[in-house]
């Protein structure tokens, strides 16, 4: 446990920030997890909207820096590339 102030404040600020980082990492993983369980169905317009909304879902963790940019375009490569196979 922290004895100086100013510590026990970033432990509190820490601890927030890990939740709402946790909140937005795990609805980008869930969309993502969504999207390929829907390219494997083999259908075109449902796995494009999946694929879309796991898109929107890993932008906003990397707007809010919770995933790197680059990791973020990796992933989005990659939901793309196999949406373009199916279709």
Same mark, same amino acid.
């Given at each position: ?15 927030? /920030?890990?939740? /709402? ?12 997890? &969504? ?7 083999? &259908?075109?317009?449902?796995? &494009? ?25 990796? /992933? ?12």
């Amino acid at each position: 446990m922290a004895n100086i102030k100013s510590q026990i404040k970033r432990n509190r600020q820490n601890e927030k /920030r890990r939740l /709402r980082n946790r909140a937005f990492r795990g609805a980008s993983r869930a969309a993502v997890n &969504k999207a390929r369980t829907a390219l494997e169905t083999g &259908k075109a317009e449902e796995s &494009k909207a999946a694929v879309l909304q796991a898109i929107s879902a890993i932008d906003t963790a990397a707007e809010r820096g919770v995933i790197h940019k680059n990791n973020a375009s990796r /992933r989005k490569s990659r939901l793309m590339k196999a949406l373009n196979k199916l279709a």
